[in-house]
């Protein structure tokens, strides 16, 4: 039989047209006359043309159309490329990520993709460019891990915009880049500044003040001031947040305005703001209200910290941003008292209970079962005001027999006061929590220490890592750690693992197979520093050959 051409679709976009078909083909041409054909001799030859055609029109997915005008180029990247060695690893870290078949752990190999956050902060502080066709592997793993974006969109750089405006896959691309990777106006230009501030989307205006606190906050904080009082509730909190950057004295009085602003969340934002600056009326408000509930009484034995907490939470003290109605399960006076003493400046303390330190202060008993409510305050405060001399005299010795301290209520609070610590304090203080309590409850805390970790940090967990490996621990139990230590220790620690490699004798309480675990944990970690090491020598080979 001589195939003929297929005759036209008279319903080249009709959605049933493949159900007709298949219905034409099932009873056959004689009982049906396939779509745009005529009956005869050749209604099974068109059947199969007119199958033919619908085929590749669905495989294409697309209906035909215009061909589009071409993309602009990509923009040219100047920053210099990654030496060769460097860009090979590259490859094998984004060659691990879920979804490709080469993620997930196996054994003592390391866990590549863990890896890549690290290798992306070393890259980008060396200035390098991303290799083009590595672009769409980066962004596809940034797609799926948020933590990755800021990271691998820097690394990227501007090439990472103008693909995301091709592949809606990565729009997130565009929401993350100031502006939505539109260009912002230079600052010295007063009307493109005010035209974009008046006139742009809610992202480049959020951009754009962000940029001009960053350099001129009084700038900022006038050009908020100019359309503050038409915009919405939602957005004003979002601008306001931006004051965060550069907070000092001259915004309080645009503050004190925002703490009569009609939504609840930008007075308890202005509120909250005011309170970190403790020169502020606010501030001074807050302190006599807060001084008037905490006094010393010498009549007992010992000096104790007295509480008489608020009776009511009036008009003035909601302006100033304290909620009145208490969360579920908390008594209202301790939820007032524990805001104002939060709010008020932590140097206002000294003098009003006898001149004491803060180390002298926090020792103090506390009567009536206020201590923890009135030490999480003062922990809040000292987080919010940045004080690191309270913040140590929180924390208290690491190796008190308390695990929480003197002040501490939780270890998120802890973790929060060693943030206001300097790096090798906080190190030396966490070294010395895990050689007395362990690692059981460190977790929380390894995770504000400065990477790599100090060396008796770091010999402190291998210290205790060991120790629980002897007793026969059971191994899973400290996966988390292990893994920390994995991304953390500086890689020269690990030629004092080589001894941990071997399997070791089990105690005869030991969790069953417990030796063999623990010995290929230790395997992947020596096997990952040793990675790690690596991958820092091939990103600093351009600046050995006088390239970077």
Same mark, same amino acid.
């Given at each position: 039989m001589t195939r003929t051409s297929a005759p036209a679709d008279p319903h080249p976009h009709a959605p049933a047209a493949w159900e007709e078909l298949v219905t034409a083909a099932l009873l056959g041409t004689e009982r049906r006359t396939p779509p745009g054909g005529t009956p005869g001799r050749e209604a099974?030859?068109?059947?199969?043309?007119?199958?033919?055609?619908?085929?590749?029109?669905?495989?294409?997915?697309?209906?035909?159309?215009?061909?589009?005008?071409?993309?602009?180029?990509?923009?040219?990247?100047?920053?210099?490329?990654?030496?060769?060695?460097?860009?090979?690893?590259?490859?094998?870290?984004?060659?691990?990520?879920?979804?490709?078949?080469?993620?997930?752990?196996?054994?003592?190999?390391?866990?590549?993709?863990e890896l890549l956050p690290q290798?992306?902060?070393?890259?980008?502080?060396?200035?390098?460019?991303?290799p083009p066709e590595t672009l769409p592997a980066l962004?596809?793993?940034?797609?799926?891990?948020?933590?990755?974006?800021?990271? #691998?969109?820097?690394? #990227?750089?501007p090439r990472a915009v103008w693909l995301a405006r091709l592949n809606p896959d990565w729009r997130f691309a565009l929401r993350a880049t100031p502006g939505g990777g539109t260009a912002l106006p230079h600052l010295e230009d007063a009307d493109r500044v005010r035209q974009l501030w008046q006139e742009g989307l809610f992202a480049e205006r959020v951009a754009l003040l962000a940029a001009i606190r960053a350099r001129e906050p009084a700038a900022a904080r006038e050009l908020l001031g100019t359309t503050w009082a038409t915009e919405r509730a939602e957005d004003r909190l979002m601008f306001l947040d931006s004051l965060r950057t550069g907070l000092g004295p001259r915004d309080e009085p645009f503050l004190e305005q925002?703490?009569?602003?009609?939504?609840?969340?930008?007075?308890?934002?202005?509120?909250?703001?005011?309170?970190?600056?403790?020169?502020?009326a606010l501030a001074a408000r807050m302190a006599v209200r807060a001084g008037a509930c905490v006094a010393v009484d010498h009549t007992r034995d010992t000096p104790t910290i007295s509480v008489e907490a608020p009776h009511e939470c009036d008009a003035s003290m909601e302006r100033d941003g304290v909620v009145p109605k208490a969360p579920a399960g908390r008594g209202e006076r301790s939820w007032w008292f524990g805001q104002l003493v939060e709010a008020a400046p932590l140097g206002t303390w000294s003098g009003r209970l006898g001149g004491r330190t803060p180390e002298e202060i926090?020792?103090?008993?506390?009567?009536?079962?206020?201590?923890?409510?009135?030490?999480?305050?003062?922990?809040?405060?000292?987080?919010?005001?940045?004080?690191?001399?309270? *913040?140590?005299?929180?924390l208290g010795s690491p190796s008190?027999?308390?695990?929480?301290?003197?002040?501490?209520?939780?270890?998120?609070?802890? *973790?929060?006061?060693?943030?206001?610590?300097?790096?090798?304090?906080?190190?030396?203080?966490?070294?010395?929590?895990?050689?007395?309590?362990?690692?059981?409850?460190?977790?929380?805390?390894?995770?504000?220490?400065?990477?790599?970790?100090?060396?008796?940090?770091?010999?402190?967990?291998?210290?205790?890592?060991?120790?629980?490996?002897?007793?026969?621990?059971?191994?899973?139990?400290?996966?988390?750690?292990?893994?920390?230590?994995?991304?953390?220790?500086?890689?020269?620690?690990?030629s004092r693992l080589d001894g941990l490699l071997a399997v070791p004798d089990e105690p005869e309480d030991a969790s069953p197979g417990a030796g063999g675990y623990w010995a290929e944990a230790f395997q992947r970690l020596v096997t990952t520093l040793r990675f790690r090491a690596t991958m820092t020598d091939e990103l600093g080979m351009a600046e050995g050959l006088g390239m970077a």
């Amino acid at each position: 039989m001589t195939r003929t051409s297929a005759p036209a679709d008279p319903h080249p976009h009709a959605p049933a047209a493949w159900e007709e078909l298949v219905t034409a083909a099932l009873l056959g041409t004689e009982r049906r006359t396939p779509p745009g054909g005529t009956p005869g001799r050749e209604a099974p030859v068109a059947l199969l043309d007119a199958a033919a055609v619908e085929t590749v029109r669905r495989r294409a997915g697309l209906r035909p159309a215009r061909a589009a005008r071409r993309p602009d180029p990509a923009p040219e990247d100047p920053r210099p490329a990654l030496p060769a060695a460097a860009a090979r690893r590259l490859t094998m870290l984004l060659a691990d990520r879920p979804g490709t078949g080469g993620g997930g752990r196996r054994g003592t190999a390391p866990d590549l993709m863990e890896l890549l956050p690290q290798w992306l902060a070393a890259a980008n502080d060396r200035g390098f460019a991303a290799p083009p066709e590595t672009l769409p592997a980066l962004l596809d793993a940034a797609r799926g891990r948020t933590d990755l974006r800021p990271a #691998a969109l820097a690394f #990227a750089g501007p090439r990472a915009v103008w693909l995301a405006r091709l592949n809606p896959d990565w729009r997130f691309a565009l929401r993350a880049t100031p502006g939505g990777g539109t260009a912002l106006p230079h600052l010295e230009d007063a009307d493109r500044v005010r035209q974009l501030w008046q006139e742009g989307l809610f992202a480049e205006r959020v951009a754009l003040l962000a940029a001009i606190r960053a350099r001129e906050p009084a700038a900022a904080r006038e050009l908020l001031g100019t359309t503050w009082a038409t915009e919405r509730a939602e957005d004003r909190l979002m601008f306001l947040d931006s004051l965060r950057t550069g907070l000092g004295p001259r915004d309080e009085p645009f503050l004190e305005q925002a703490l009569a602003d009609r939504s609840r969340n930008v007075r308890a934002t202005a509120a909250e703001l005011l309170s970190a600056l403790p020169e502020s009326a606010l501030a001074a408000r807050m302190a006599v209200r807060a001084g008037a509930c905490v006094a010393v009484d010498h009549t007992r034995d010992t000096p104790t910290i007295s509480v008489e907490a608020p009776h009511e939470c009036d008009a003035s003290m909601e302006r100033d941003g304290v909620v009145p109605k208490a969360p579920a399960g908390r008594g209202e006076r301790s939820w007032w008292f524990g805001q104002l003493v939060e709010a008020a400046p932590l140097g206002t303390w000294s003098g009003r209970l006898g001149g004491r330190t803060p180390e002298e202060i926090v020792a103090l008993p506390v009567a009536d079962d206020w201590q923890s409510e009135l030490h999480a305050a003062w922990c809040r405060a000292a987080v919010r005001q940045r004080d690191a001399e309270w *913040a140590r005299a929180l924390l208290g010795s690491p190796s008190a027999p308390e695990a929480g301290g003197p002040g501490a209520v939780s270890l998120a609070e802890r *973790a929060k006061l060693l943030g206001r610590l300097g790096a090798a304090d906080r190190a030396d203080w966490v070294a010395g929590f895990i050689a007395t309590h362990g690692l059981s409850e460190a977790f929380q805390l390894l995770g504000v220490c400065a990477v790599p970790w100090a060396g008796p940090l770091g010999r402190a967990v291998v210290d205790a890592l060991n120790i629980a490996r002897d007793a026969g621990s059971y191994p899973w139990s400290f996966s988390g750690v292990m893994g920390l230590a994995e991304r953390c220790l500086a890689p020269s620690e690990a030629s004092r693992l080589d001894g941990l490699l071997a399997v070791p004798d089990e105690p005869e309480d030991a969790s069953p197979g417990a030796g063999g675990y623990w010995a290929e944990a230790f395997q992947r970690l020596v096997t990952t520093l040793r990675f790690r090491a690596t991958m820092t020598d091939e990103l600093g080979m351009a600046e050995g050959l006088g390239m970077a």
